[in-house]
């Protein structure tokens, strides 16, 4: 069975500090990895995703997440935080076979930036 | 252009009312989904169709009932609403047939309160 977890339920940071909302996973095989990050009142929005290759990778608005296969994590990071990233931040696994449909969320971290 | 459009964006109804969220999506995407996010923001699938067909049928009442015309449309009628159905229900869609790493994306929500 594949799950995705969110050890955190809130994160705080300030404004300029590097950020970092975690995230593991447990799939079969190797697996395609997501973020998605919702604003208030606001639906999901894309932010990047692991499918292969280059372990890093970069995303919108500045975002970037490290897959880790050792670790079975894919922790999403910022360099240096802004207000405007206060949102809650979704990771996400779908299975790697063909035509899987669905994606298997975790529940979520509320990223706090202080001024 | 939204890519995926669901409407209505809030809905306020009494118990025992029937009501239909729509969906709509221009990106020629094969798979549309109904997710569920709850009070404590936990997202679950309820639906998948692909052209068409239903694919994935989880533990939902039979009271809701998704209904696609076509393979850009996606809608979900709800019969004899409870207040245990409130909750944001998104809309999204993807590419799945060619490549299950296809991202799927979002519609901004439909916020169902039954009173």
């Known amino acids: 069975a594949q799950s995705v977890a969110q050890p955190e339920d809130q994160v705080n940071v300030a404004e300029g500090n590097p950020l970092t909302v975690k995230c593991t996973y447990s799939?079969?095989?190797?697996?395609?990895l997501f973020w998605y990050v919702q604003y208030p009142n606001r639906g999901l929005q894309f932010l990047l995703k692991y499918i292969t290759g280059d372990n890093l990778v970069k995303g919108s608005y500045g975002f970037e997440a490290e897959f880790n296969k050792s670790q079975t994590s894919f922790h999403l990071k910022k360099p240096s935080a802004l207000v405007s990233d206060s949102a809650l931040y979704f990771c996400a696994v779908r299975p790697p076979q063909t035509g899987a449909n669905n994606l298997f969320f975790g529940t979520g971290t509320r990223l706090t930036v202080i001024p | 252009d939204t890519a995926v459009s669901q409407t209505p964006k809030y809905l306020v109804t009494q118990m025992g009312n029937d009501k239909s969220i729509k969906c709509e999506q221009n990106?020629?995407?094969?798979?549309m989904y109904w997710y569920k996010q709850d009070s404590k923001k936990f997202l679950k699938i309820m639906f998948s169709y692909n052209n068409k067909e239903l694919i994935i049928n989880e533990t939902v009442p039979n009271r809701f009932s998704p209904k696609s015309p076509d393979k850009a449309h996606l809608n979900l009628h709800i019969n004899s609403l409870e207040l245990g159905d409130s909750a944001v229900y998104f809309c999204a869609s993807s590419q799945v047939s060619s490549f299950s790493g296809n991202t799927i994306y979002f519609g901004e929500g439909s916020w169902l309160t039954v009173v």
């Open positions: 799939v079969s095989g190797n697996p395609y």
């Open positions: 990106l020629g995407h094969d798979t």
